[in-house]
Nanobody, 115 residues
Framework: VRLVESGGGLVQPGGSLRLSCAAS????????TSWYRQAPGKERELVAG????????NYANSVKGRFTMSRDNAKNTVYLQVNNLKPEDTAVYYC?????????WGHGTQVTVSS
């Protein structure tokens, strides 16, 4: 199993990024997927989730209207479009795949929002 996140970086408040998580080594389209984030000194929190076939999404209240999660099962890749970024969005962002008791985590991509 290999999960490779990318797209993080340093951005000014109000800016945007597109995070990606490319997966291999398992049946991608059979897994529900989520993005989590962890800020320094805080617990990891769920940001967004999408069902295995992409028919349903859910978002944390703090990011609704600003973040959009999607997946391309043909490319084995999930995305998180993050808009109107705020300093409090600064964190390491992780993709997560889950099917029953099987869970895979990426190793994260840093997003820093600062002027």
């Amino acid at each position: 199993v290999r999960l490779v996140e990318s797209g993080g970086g340093l951005v000014q408040p109000g800016g945007s990024l597109r995070l990606s998580c490319a997966a291999s080594g398992f049946t991608f389209s059979s897994y529900d997927t989520s993005w989590y984030r962890q800020a320094p000194g805080k617990e990891r929190e769920l940001v967004a989730g999408i069902s295995s076939l992409g028919g349903a999404t859910n978002y944390a209240n703090s990011v609704k209207g600003r973040f959009t999660m999607s997946r391309d099962n043909a490319k084995n890749t999930v995305y998180l479009q993050v808009n109107n970024l705020k300093p409090e969005d600064t964190a390491v962002y992780y993709c997560n795949f889950r099917r029953g008791y099987t869970v895979y985590w990426g190793h994260g991509t840093q997003v820093t929002v600062s002027s």
